[in-house]
T-cell receptor, first 113, second 107 residues
Framework: DTGVSQNPRHKITKRGQNVTFRCDPISEHNRLYWYRQTLGQGPEFLTYFQNEAQLEKSRLLSDRFSAERPKGSFSTLEIQRTEQGDSAMYLC???????????FGQGTRLTVV | GQSLEQPSEVTAVEGAIVQINCTYQTSGFYGLSWYQQHDGGAPTFLSYNALDGLEETGRFSSFLSRSDSYGYLLLQELQMKDSASYFCAYRDDKIIFGKGTRLHILP
């Protein structure tokens, strides 16, 4: 297994446009997490899935953000009507039930201009 | 509420020992993890404590006191490559991270 894969690695978009990111977790992992990280800060929890079920979404997360994991494998994170404040690194991680370790992808760096 | 507190920066000398403290507040708690992140890299798992006490993994050790809602990461025989940010994180189904401690190592 090649680990957690995220695409694209970089995305530059104009304010107001929609963007979608993809995460392919480690194949046997049933848990998938999305985080946002800005410079000098820790990963901020956005949402997580157990298989295809989205179990929790951060209360701080705008309605412009939505995530799916339709078949319990890969996941997508969509941001609608992007704002400059959405500029950040978006990290995906996966783990399996009973495993305390989460494995992170290299992230997608979003720049909104 | 849910929160983790850790120092924003710590400086130590190569070859020395450094301790990074973490206090947490949460209604649900399974255990405390530590992650390392180098500049431009992804966070990588270092250790996990579910029970009180010390867990040792090579040069790194992690401690947890559930009654004090406190833990620490101990790094021994510091090397320049240990310069990174270190995050404590707790699990309550999801994983919540602290803001991180930037470790600077002086030669």
């Amino acid at each position: 297994d090649t680990g957690v894969s995220q695409n694209p690695r970089h995305k530059i978009t104009k304010r107001g446009q929609n963007v979608t990111f993809r995460c392919d977790p480690i194949s046997e992992h049933n848990r998938l997490y999305w985080y946002r990280q800005t410079l000098g800060q820790g990963p901020e929890f956005l949402t997580y899935f157990q298989n295809e079920a989205q179990l929790e979404k951060s209360r701080l997360l705008s309605d412009r953000f939505s995530a799916e994991r339709p078949k319990g494998s890969f996941s997508t994170l969509e941001i609608q009507r992007t704002e400059q404040g959405d500029s950040a690194m978006y990290l995906c991680a996966s783990s399996s039930d009973g495993n305390t370790e989460a494995f992170f992808g290299q992230g997608t760096r979003l720049t909104v201009v | 509420g849910q929160s983790l507190e850790q120092p924003s920066e710590v400086t130590a000398v190569e070859g020395a020992i450094v301790q990074i403290n973490c206090t947490y507040q949460t209604s649900g708690f399974y255990g405390l993890s530590w992650y390392q992140q180098h500049d431009g890299g992804a966070p990588t798992f270092l250790s996990y404590n579910a029970l009180d006490g010390l867990e040792e993994t090579g040069r790194f050790s992690s401690f947890l006191s559930r009654s004090d809602s406190y833990g620490y990461l101990l790094l021994q025989e510091l090397q320049m490559k240990d310069s990174a940010s270190y995050f404590c994180a707790y699990r309550d189904d999801k994983i919540i991270f602290g803001k991180g401690t930037r470790l600077h190592i002086l030669p």
